[in-house]
Structure formats: C-alpha cells, structure tokens
C-alpha cells in the first residue's frame, strides 16, 4: 500500500471518508465565496480587473487631455518610446484600428515615455507616421511609475467603464489582435 | 513580479519562458524514468511534440476560425507571435487529442503512458506557478496575516507563492523512482497527481483574489477542482479493487 493510499482507510470504511473529504471541499467553497465587499470593482491598480488609474496630461499640441474625461468610451492607453523598435513597429495597426473605430467609441492614448526619449524625436515620428490620435508627454515619467512601467512598448485595453481588461507588456502587437480587443471593448454597455 | 527579463538590449517576456522551461525540464524528468512504464524516451518525446506542435497549430486556427474578419484586412497575422492570437482551451483539446490518436496508433497502453507523462505533468504545473509569480496573474484575496504582502496599495495573500509550494510539495512527493510509486498499478501514478492537484486547487483557490466566479461568488475553478477530486476518489477505489497486474 503506497503512502498516499494509506490516506485513505480500509475499504469499508472509505464512502464515509470520501464523504467526509468532499463534505469538507464543499464547505470550504462556500467559506471561501466571494462576497460584494471582496470584490475588485472601484479598487484602482495597474492591472485586469481593476480600475485605471487616472492622470492628465498635455499632448503634443499642449492640449490637456484627462483619462477620467473619457469614460464611457473604449480606451487604449499605450506606453511607447520612439526609440523602441516594436513601438515603432505597432504604431501603424493602432492608426489603422483609430481610423476604423474612433467614431465608434474608441479613443487611443499614446503616452510617450518623455522621461526616457526625446519629445523632439517622438513628434517627428508621430508626424512622419501621420498618427492622428493624441501623443500625450509624460515628461516627469508621473505615468509610467504610476502604471508601474516595466517594458515598453505597454498596452491597457480600458472599458466603458474605466476598469482595465488587459495589459499586454511588449510588441509589436498584431492588427488582428487590437481588432478583436477592440470589437470586444466596444461591445460592452456603457456604465 | 518581473513580467520581463532584460538581458542586455534583448527584453526577453520572463512568465512564457518559464513555461516553456517547465516543459524542457519535466519533459527531461520524464525521459529519465520512462523506461519503468514500459515506454522508451523517443516515444515520449514524440507523443509530447505532436501534442504541443497539434496543440499551437489547433489554437491558432480556432482563433482564426472564431474571429476570420479580425484577420480579413491583415492575414498575415494568422503567423503572429502575439500569444493573444491563441484559443488555448480549444488547443489544449486539439493537443490532447492528437497525442492520443498518436498513441492509439503506436499502440501505447494509455495508463502507463499518463503514468510516464506524469513527471513532466508535475514539473509543468511549478513551472507554471513561477510564471504567474513573474506575470502578477493569479494574485492573492486582501489578507492581514503576517506574511501577506504588499500588492497595490492592499495587503494581500502571496497567492501565488501558495501555489508554488503546493505544486513543489505535490512534485517531490511523486518525484520519480521512490520505491511505492512502482507498487502502484498501472494508471494510478497520474492518478495520484490529479487527486493531488485538484485538492491543491480546491484549497489555494480559495485565497485568490482574481477568481473566474459563479453565480453566488463560488470560485469557478474550486467548483471544477471539487468534482475532479471526487472523481479521482472514485477511481482510486476502482483502481485498488482491481487486480494488480505482473
């Protein structure tokens, strides 16, 4: 009799222990529910399931532009830098996908890592691109620590309602890709 | 959490190669103790490819198949490396059943094949705790127990430490080559890590705080988990009233 079957008793006595073991399973799932208070809706934190931290920051034509001010909208916040490659390499799909669903609900939030590139280089990539959603400046790296910042390119999928569906760390991400997270995003009912 | 590993100017995504390691080294695990399950390491190796290789291929296509108008204005993306672009539970399924169609074919008896996987199977799940340790998935409830950590602002269960020890304590209880695990009668070396496992996951579920929920708050996967248990205990019995064969 090997060590884990000696667990478990002689047969004769092994329904009720199994019971017992399953009764126990069960008691603890409903010990360990999740109740409304455990919830994650209204905690705000970097990641799937919670909701986006919020920030304002000027673009490149010195417009402020507040994330909180666009609730009710999909939004893509993508962390970037002109000199990361794959940022350069996915910028294409995001202006295809803006030009696609902008009117729609989407809004795409360009974040240039300024603290770590320069503004100079990031306009002229921006305008050589022809990109026509905001490139916002994080000259203080404020964003990047506040969405704790580990590779660029970064990419949050936000919904109507403010909370992050999904982060992508790295790139370059495929056009088919944004298309189904976006179709996904514009579906759901505003809050 | 460190989602990425800088080496040099290359920024290598730390929780997928985790993954693939834990396939490397419990494919390797496995390699070294076939021979107790009548199987020699070619077949293994051979059985676990065709089933990763059908498993990428059959998620990629699912993907496809289920969004074709995502890839209509850009079809080259059906070969992206992007890891979003998979199904992963209708390619686990293809996977699975490539692998038993292999071994039907080979003619691989199909308990002492699962009982040879089962090393891999082992590393694979510690493997996969680490990952979601680097990728910050999986984390914990909000706790205030001593050793909860500090996790956004809130105190939290170190969930996925949880999940580490108990798929170390599950590995180095089945390593390999101890001397019960050869009395045991075809099947029941797999056998003993499922029920293991899905104990595991019925417990350390429970202190996660990202759970896929039910109606009522239960945790999807301790559900799932419970009904697995069972019908491990089940089979235990069904096993152990069989004769044991020479």
């Known amino acids: ?31 360990s529910r999740v109740t409304p208070q455990d919830a994650l809706a209204g905690s705000v934190a970097p990641r799937p399931g919670f909701q986006a931290p919020d920030f304002d920051l000027p673009d490149s034509q010195g417009v402020q532009i507040s994330l909180s001010a666009l609730r009710g909208q999909a939004v893509i916040i993508n962390l970037w830098a002109s000199w990361c490659p794959p940022c350069r390499q996915e910028m294409p799909a995001l202006q295809k996908v803006y030009r696609d669903y902008h009117e729609q609900g989407l809004e795409i939030l360009a974040v240039n890592a300024t603290s770590q590139d320069n503004i100079q280089a990031a306009i002229e990539f921006s305008t050589e691109l022809g990109l026509t959603f905001p490139i916002l400046i994080d000259t203080d790296g404020r ?32 056009e088919a890709l944004l298309r189904v997270r976006i179709e996904r995003l514009l579906g759901q009912a505003a809050p | 959490m460190m989602p990425v590993l800088q080496v040099g100017p290359v920024a290598l995504p730390l929780p997928p190669l985790l993954v693939l390691v834990g396939i490397w080294l419990g494919l390797i695990l496995a390699e070294r103790h076939v021979a107790h399950f009548g199987l020699n390491a070619d077949q293994l190796f051979n059985l676990v490819l065709i089933g990763m290789i059908s498993g990428l291929v059959g998620a990629r296509l699912a993907y496809v198949i289920r969004y074709p108008q995502a890839f209509a204005g850009s079809p080259l993306d059906v070969f992206s490396r992007n890891l979003g672009l998979f199904d992963p539970l209708i390619g686990a399924v293809i996977g699975v059943l490539a692998a038993v169609i292999y071994a039907q074919r080979r003619h691989f008896p199909l308990l002492s094949t699962l009982d040879a996987l089962t090393p891999g199977l082992a590393v694979f799940t510690f493997a996969l705790a680490l990952s979601h340790l680097a990728s910050g998935d999986a984390f914990g409830a909000p706790s205030n127990l001593p050793w909860s950590l500090e996790l956004w602002g809130i105190r939290r269960h170190p969930a996925q430490i949880y999940d580490a020890v108990g798929a170390a304590l599950i590995l180095g209880y089945l390593w390999p080559g101890r001397k019960f695990l050869g009395e045991m009668r075809p099947g029941g070396y797999f056998l003993s890590f499922i029920t293991l496992t899905s104990a595991a996951r019925l417990i350390l579920e429970g202190f996660r705080g990202d759970s896929a929920l039910l109606p009522g708050g239960l945790r999807a996967a301790q559900v799932i988990a419970w009904l697995i248990f069972g019908i491990c205990l089940y089979a235990i019995d069904r096993i152990k009233s069989q004769p044991k064969l020479e």
Do not use: C, N
């Open chain 1, 143 to 174: 964003v990047s620590r506040l969405y704790q910042l580990q590779s660029l390119p970064t990419t949050y999928f936000l919904g109507r309602d403010g909370s992050i569906q999904e982060v992508i760390v790295g790139g370059p991400m495929a």
């Open chain 1, 1 to 31: 009799m090997t060590p884990f079957e000696r667990l478990l008793p002689a047969r004769a006595g092994k329904i009720p222990t199994h019971l017992i073991l399953l009764l126990a399973g069960a008691l603890w799932i409903w010990f």
